[in-house]
């Protein structure tokens, strides 16, 4: 029975020792798994940071190319308003010069009319003159003396002086509105061929404006479209760098964590070894002893009839039976810490930590053991004899259970875990 006992606890104990093994390579899994999502964000931050630069080169050559056409845009508008000044400036001379045109063709009209009257006068003097020529030396022949010879003579004279001032005055208003009707037709003309000009010229420079402003919509466009991108690489960058922080923050966080279990592990082996060395002594002293008196050892497991277990955690109660979350019953004491005592009276086979279930202590009493799971640092040592109900430990001693949480598990003399209630 004692054998039965002992082995179940060598059996329990290397099946903790493959359990801290197996989360000693988890933890190392999880650190370069997260050492390798911090090379890989680097990596992606490094790419982003990269197509951020070359988005800002290209907004950059946009904005200078967008400022040229610009400039070259408003220089365009410049010499438009200049040709439309021109040309409002033309066509206020034109109209000047139109208005002058109407002004000399009223006055060659007048002009006209003066020389149909002329014209009416002169064929009616030509008709007297032909008479008066017809008759001319009539009258002289006609003379009573001399002096009424020289004034018929003067009188002929006269009328033939006043014919040809006419025909000269006639001539010479023919010509002047001949000429001033030519002046004025060429400069109407000049001047609405510099308009014409003026006009093609606008019309150049406004289908010129319009490729600017075509440009300069594709180049915005193209602004815009290199915004939106720089605006998604700057979000990834921050996410990149969010993660980055997170990843960064899980090493040193699991860092510290591996610092701490090291040094928790260093200072358990530091006490183990210190315990065994104190049981070294212990056994020595007893083995001293019984040499001297002659007596049988004091660690003698006692029977135990089925049913007297005593509840492990006073005040507690079961919050998952056996078998539900494993082969151990989970009980939660009235508040963090509670205290945790022997279910019966035995000896200690066993006490020592393991990583994230705290401490573990393996009583034996003679037909059954019990394991106690999830304890701090225990009251009792490996080898003492225990009584029912004395205190062992309290709960909180463990990473993965609950402060108030004990895991309670029993062993037959098989060394097979059963239901605890059966016993209580």
Same mark, same amino acid.
């Given at each position: 029975m004692k054998r039965s006992g002992v082995r179940g606890g060598i059996w329990?104990? +290397?099946?903790?020792? $493959?359990c801290a093994l197996f989360? &000693?390579?988890?933890?190392?899994?999880?650190?370069?798994?997260?050492?390798?999502?911090?090379?890989?964000? $680097?990596?992606?931050?490094?790419?982003?940071q990269q197509r951020i630069e070359k988005l800002n080169r290209e907004l950059a050559n946009l904005d200078a190319l967008t400022a040229q056409r610009l400039r070259d845009l408003r220089s365009l508008e410049g010499q438009i308003q200049q040709l439309e000044k021109e040309r409002a400036d033309l066509g206020r001379q034109i109209n000047l010069l139109q208005q002058q045109v109407r002004e000399t063709e009223a006055e060659i009209a007048q002009n006209e009319a003066q020389l149909a009257d002329l014209k009416k006068r002169l064929a009616a003097l030509i008709n007297s003159l032909y008479r008066e020529q &017809?008759?001319?030396y009539l009258p002289l022949l006609r003379a009573q003396s001399f002096t009424d010879l020289s004034v018929r003579a003067r009188w002929v004279g006269y009328l033939g002086n006043q014919q040809t001032n006419l025909i000269q005055r006639i001539n010479f208003l023919l010509e002047q509105l001949a000429s001033q009707r030519e002046r004025l037709i060429l400069l109407v003309r000049d001047l609405n061929a510099k308009q014409a000009d003026r006009q093609n010229k606008i019309n150049q420079l406004t289908a010129s404006r319009s490729q600017l402003q075509a440009t300069l919509a594709a180049l915005r466009q193209q602004a815009e479209g290199r915004k939106v991108l720089l605006r998604e690489s700057l979000i990834a960058r921050n996410e990149l760098q969010n993660q980055l922080n997170s990843v960064v923050a899980a090493i040193t966080k699991e860092q510290r964590r591996l610092a701490e279990e090291r040094r928790r592990r260093e200072e358990e082996a530091r006490r183990q070894r210190e315990r065994e060395a104190a049981e070294r002594r212990r056994q020595q002293q007893l083995a001293a002893q019984q040499n001297n008196s002659g007596l049988e050892p004091l660690a003698i497991i006692p029977n135990v009839v089925v049913g007297t277990l005593q509840f492990p955690v006073p005040g507690g109660r079961i919050v998952a039976p056996f078998g539900l979350q494993g082969t151990y019953q989970v009980i939660q004491g009235p508040g963090d810490f509670s205290p945790v005592v022997a279910a &019966?009276?035995?000896?200690?086979?066993?006490?020592?930590?393991? +990583?994230n279930t705290g401490w573990w202590i393996i009583i034996a009493h003679g037909n059954v053991t019990s394991f106690y799971i999830g304890l701090q640092s225990p009251l009792v040592q490996k080898g003492q004899q225990v009584s029912k109900g004395q205190r062992i430990g309290y709960t909180g001693g463990a990473a993965l259970i609950p402060a108030d949480t004990l895991w309670f598990a029993v062993a037959n003399d098989d060394g097979v875990q059963v239901d605890p209630s059966r016993y209580y």
């Open positions: 329990g104990l +290397s099946l903790l020792v $493959l989360f &000693a390579s988890v933890f190392s899994q999880s650190l370069s798994e997260l050492e390798r999502q911090r090379q890989q964000t $680097l990596q992606q931050q490094k790419a982003n &017809a008759g001319r &019966a009276s035995g000896v200690v086979l066993d006490e020592y930590p393991v +990583s």
